[in-house]
RNA sequence: CGGAGCGUAGCGCAGUCUGGUAGCGCAUCAGUCUGGGGGACUGGGGGUCGUGGGUUCGAAUCCCGCCGCUCCGACCA
């Protein structure tokens, strides 16, 4: 993804003073106020400069960590033909939840809610030899659900940018692998957010199946009540080191998702006050989640219906195994900001920041604090926002802290005439004044991961 | 889909009960002074009062319909 710097005067991004009424919950209140989104109308918004950059990063490392995992990138449209939901059974089960279209044809179309048919259908029509499983796909595309009652701002939208992967392989030792697999890039990607995400036994819903887990990211604002084990906390589920994980490996996978699987987790609907009891009370932990992604084993119940086979080493045709595995991407946004915020704004974990850094010019027009601005602006590359405006600096300050910058440079006159500049870290709220160049260093030590 | 509420300038609101020339704060534009946590002063611009109908000499205000948005509940990435 393509980005570059900004100045302020030039750039696109309105903020708020005051919190438009609609907006109730944190994170509604800050995308609007910090001027990442509009709404348009119910549940549908609009991505401005700012929240497009936090989208786009976001996807990044999603996709990052799903080609770790094996899984190979395509893209789906977002209007389907009604047919292949006929075949599979779901045109009808769907409800008024999907938005169904009819074209200038009098042909049945539909804004696609999920892909499973869809894939399924690209799938039949190329593959069919074992020879070529497994096969993990996914795209990252809008989806439209006709939510009764949108709400939370994009945390529950009825458009919205999902990640969706969809495995096939020949049987279900295959499928179960595939499933870790996709378990074990969820928790990486989660913590690459700056998120703890918990994975929890979950019903499977309309897209079916028997086996299943929603991942839940704990914030006071969530959705559900939870329950876990401490013991979550002290998983590592990075490449390397002693506790690491590797998707190559099967016996990994297995010691990653018995780990996940053992420790005890579960919403209030799943809450199961007998296992609860057995857990150490100082280890209990309880709070409110928001559900950030859902993965699902659903074996044959799609390649059955919409009769897709493939031909096993000994001749045998059999129906291939199939889970799905869904990331809501533009809910991160809002999830994230959830789970990180303050009074002042939001506090953007240094992996998906808009900016890494904003240089605050305390006086522009004053030689020396815009020679000193040009200097950090041009050094920093393409994740500095310098706010160059002529207002006053609490302006600036305000601004900064709600948007959220990991970072900011602040550049007063008597500072630049000493060569010497204020360097803030938002998450602490901890200032130095250092020289330029070790401003930079600084900054440059919190860049990994956003590649 | 059940229940509740709201819709007046870009944003936040008053005015509606009791009908009589549409207001406040912020933002915006011009200028002067200011200059390290949302500055001061002066002057200016901006409104089919969500929408359609009705009552009335006269409707933001009263009556009826419709639309939009929000909140609580049931449902979902």
């Not at 998120?195 to 019903?203: F, G, S, T």
């Amino acid at each position: 993804m393509d980005r570059s710097p900004m100045r302020l005067t030039q750039g696109f991004i309105p903020t708020l003073k005051e919190t438009p009424n609609e907006a109730q919950i944190a994170s509604h209140r800050l995308m609007l106020r910090a001027g990442l989104v509009r709404q348009t109308s119910a549940g549908i918004y609009a991505w401005l400069p700012l929240g497009l950059r936090v989208l786009r990063n976001i996807e990044r490392i999603v996709r990052q960590e799903q080609d770790a995992a094996g899984a190979q990138e395509l893209l789906m449209p977002t209007i389907q033909p009604a047919e292949l939901w006929k075949e599979s059974g779901r045109y009808d089960d769907y409800g008024k939840e999907m938005l169904r279209i009819v074209d200038r044809h009098d042909r049945d179309m539909l804004f696609g809610p999920t892909n499973e048919e869809m894939v399924t259908d690209i799938f039949r029509n190329s593959v069919h030899s074992y020879r070529d499983l497994p096969l993990n796909l996914y795209h990252i595309q809008w989806k439209f659900r006709d939510e009764v009652r949108p709400r939370f701002g994009v945390m529950r939208g009825r458009e919205f940018l999902m990640k969706d992967a969809y495995s096939f392989d020949i049987d279900r030792a295959g499928a179960v692998l595939s499933y870790r697999k996709m378990m074990l890039a969820y928790m990486r990607t989660f913590q690459r957010l700056g998120l703890k995400a918990i994975p929890m036994e979950a019903d499977t819903g309309p897209i079916g199946g028997d086996l299943s887990h929603e991942f839940i990211i704990l914030a006071p604002t969530g959705e559900s009540q939870v329950f876990y084990d401490a013991a979550f906390e002290d998983i590592d589920y990075g490449t390397s080191g002693a506790g690491g994980f590797s998707h190559e490996s099967a016996e990994d996978l297995e010691k990653f998702f018995d780990k996940m699987t053992t420790v005890y987790a579960a919403t209030d609907e799943k809450h199961d006050l007998e296992k609860w009891d057995t857990i150490a009370a100082d280890r209990r932990r309880e709070g409110r989640g928001i559900e950030v992604g859902h993965i699902f084993y659903f074996g044959t119940k799609y390649t059955k219906a919409m009769n897709v086979t493939v031909a096993t080493a000994d001749g045998k045709q059999i129906h291939p195994e199939m889970g799905s595995y869904g990331i809501g991407v533009s809910r991160l946004v809002g999830a994230v900001i959830e789970a990180s915020h303050d009074d002042a704004g939001i506090i953007w974990p240094d992996s998906i920041a808009p900016f890494r850094a904003a240089i605050l010019n305390l006086k522009s027009g004053d030689a020396a604090c815009d020679a000193l601005c040009q200097k950090l602006y041009d050094a920093l590359g393409a994740d500095a926002l310098y706010d160059d405006r002529p207002d006053r600096a609490g302006v600036k300050f305000n601004d900064a802290d709600l948007m959220g910058h990991p970072w900011q440079i602040i550049v007063g006159p008597r500072g630049a005439a000493a060569g010497k500049v204020e360097l803030k870290r938002r998450a602490t709220g901890e200032r130095s004044e250092l020289s330029p160049e070790d401003a930079l260093a600084k900054i440059a030590e919190t860049a990994a991961g956003r590649g």
